[in-house]
């Protein structure tokens, strides 16, 4: 999958476990709930200063 965007970009959650692992649970109750195990879930930010941030 590519994915371009100039008003968002992937959230570094990398020093959020606490974060990451509602991510997760929320990909496991997704993927039970719709019968599919592929289920990633990705974190996006705005960027820039745009109005409304």
Same mark, same amino acid.
Request: aromatic share 4%.
């Given at each position: 999958? $590519?994915?371009?965007?100039?008003?968002?970009? *992937? &959230?570094?959650?990398? $020093?959020?476990? $606490?974060?990451?692992?509602? *991510? /997760?649970?929320?990909?496991?109750? *997704?993927? /039970?709930? =719709? +019968?599919?195990?592929?289920?990633?879930? *990705?974190?996006?930010? @705005?960027? +820039? =200063? &745009?109005? +409304? @941030?």
């Amino acid at each position: 999958m $590519d994915i371009h965007s100039d008003s968002y970009r *992937i &959230a570094p959650l990398s $020093d959020q476990e $606490d974060v990451v692992e509602v *991510i /997760r649970q929320a990909e496991s109750e *997704i993927a /039970r709930m =719709t +019968g599919n195990p592929e289920v990633t879930l *990705i974190a996006y930010e @705005k960027t +820039g =200063t &745009a109005a +409304g @941030k």
